[in-house]
């Protein structure tokens, strides 16, 4: 059987990638671990959103919008469980679903495997997840939240260097 | 029945998926956060990781500082007799002081007034997923007796409270969070004013009338109005004050080390704590003016 299968839209030749069993969920256990652990070794580390890359990087890859929306929507809760009181369950949920849809639509029009997409993608998404997040805070918990600040640009631009890499090592994970 | 054009399957679904987590968060806006089952399982999925991965690098670090450092041992004995020697020199210098008998006399009396209440020493495994709330995992929870509401200290201050506490692991609202709070006052002028953190690494004190006067550098310490953490322990420092209206717009820099934390003491009581004075040794002096290495001696 086939591992990989061909899906033309508007003329374009785009390939859906399958992987290893179980490298989805060890990713995304990885990332979550990593995303708690790291930062009490190295604080910095924690303006890196490894869910986000993760969930960005399935979604472009797989290029099922369904999947994509409900992975994203599995690890932004499990993200949301690790968090703080002030984080409810269901707030970065809702981001991580809205980006895992369309990076999955983004990902099944366009070609994405050059690195200069996917950065490109990356800091699109996680501005699109800032977004999210600080409107929810907004409207639903009315907490008052800045939209931008120079450390939400550092930290879109240092995701992006680090997804474009990350998106890299994970490729070794596909099914051939 | 009319059925539903595939194209839009997965427009359906991500609304039904957000409309669904929106209940979700609406749920939680009503009711107290009260520690969900979601937030149990997840924890108690994870923490076994964070765990193996504190002693992994608790084992690497133990290997290379029991082997591979003893490589340099000669050169290390030799840098040492001649640290040995500055120290024993600095040593005297610092006997002839006699207020630090005094400000040590002090802090130490804190455990010494404290011999019935059970401190225990936890190790912090992880932190929060995101970069919006600062709180702490500590490797100790609900069968090391750890509660809601504890109080979590360090030798050289106040750290957080116990927010949730899971059968071995136990989550600490940092002071630097947007929802963390204490009562606490200058520590020369005994004003009182309670200090909130705002996801920064300085804290605010928000409530100091623009009469009163603060200096930067001033000490601040716990007033104990907080029931929760014993009167007089160290805070901070004034960083900054600015003019407000009504009030001074106080910054504190946390006298604990919060954003590299490894070992925390958690106070096993729920009962309002009091810090038993000795004559001529005011604790609040004491703990005002010492610095961290003399609060190391404190340490259980």
Request: charged content about 20%; glycine content about 8%.
């Amino acid at each position: 059987m086939n591992d990989t299968y061909d899906l033309r839209v508007a003329e374009a030749h785009i390939e859906v990638h399958k992987f290893r069993g179980g490298a989805i969920v060890a990713a995304t256990i990885l990332a979550l671990f990593l995303q708690t652990s790291v930062p009490v070794y190295f604080s910095k580390f924690a303006i890196i959103d490894l869910p986000l890359l993760i969930t960005i990087y399935f979604g472009l890859s797989r290029r099922n919008p369904s999947t994509g929306l409900l992975l994203g929507m599995l690890i932004g809760l499990l993200q949301d469980s690790l968090s703080g009181p002030t984080v409810p369950l269901g707030l970065y949920g809702i981001a991580k679903t809205v980006v895992g849809y369309l990076a999955s639509s983004i990902g099944a029009r366009l070609d994405t495997e050059h690195p200069a997409a996917r950065f490109a993608l990356t800091i699109m998404f996680f501005g699109l997840h800032q977004g999210i997040v600080v409107l929810t805070r907004r409207l639903l918990l009315a907490q008052p939240e800045v939209w931008f600040t120079t450390h939400m640009g550092i930290a879109a631009a240092v995701n992006a260097i680090v997804g474009v890499f990350l998106f890299m090592l994970l490729d070794r994970l596909r099914k051939n | 029945m009319v059925g539903i054009p595939s194209r839009h399957k997965s427009l359906v679904l991500l609304t039904g998926v957000i409309v669904l987590q929106l209940l979700l968060l609406a749920v939680q806006i009503k009711r107290d956060s009260q520690g969900r089952l979601i937030r149990v399982w997840t924890v108690g999925a994870v923490s076994p990781f964070e765990r193996a991965g504190a002693t992994g690098v608790g084992s690497i670090r133990g290997a290379w500082n029991h082997y591979f450092a003893l490589q340099n041992t000669s050169r290390e004995n030799e840098r040492l007799r001649r640290e040995n020697d500055t120290l024993k020199l600095q040593i005297n210098q610092l006997q002839s002081k006699a207020g630090e008998a005094d400000r040590l006399a002090a802090l130490l009396n804190f455990r010494q007034s404290h011999q019935n209440i059970p401190m225990l020493g936890a190790r912090v495994i992880g932190t929060s997923a995101d970069t919006a709330s600062q709180t702490a995992y500590l490797d100790r929870g609900e069968r090391d007796g750890i509660r809601r509401n504890m109080a979590v200290i360090t030798p050289d201050g106040v750290v957080g409270k116990i927010i949730e506490s899971y059968r071995d692991t136990s989550q600490v609202l940092l002071l630097t969070d947007k929802d963390s709070g204490i009562g606490a006052m200058l520590a020369e002028s005994r004003i009182q004013s309670p200090i909130g953190g705002m996801g920064e690494p300085l804290l605010a004190m928000k409530y100091v009338a623009n009469d009163d006067t603060v200096n930067v550098g001033e000490h601040v310490v716990t007033s104990g109005m907080d029931r929760i953490f014993p009167r007089d322990l160290p805070v901070g420092t004034v960083a900054q004050i600015k003019p407000g209206n009504p009030f001074k717009q106080i910054r504190i820099r946390p006298a604990a080390n919060l954003e590299r934390l490894e070992e925390v003491i958690v106070l096993l009581s729920l009962q309002p704590l009091e810090l038993k004075k000795e004559a001529g040794t005011p604790a609040a002096e004491a703990t005002g003016k010492s610095g961290p290495s003399q609060t190391q001696t404190e340490k259980p």
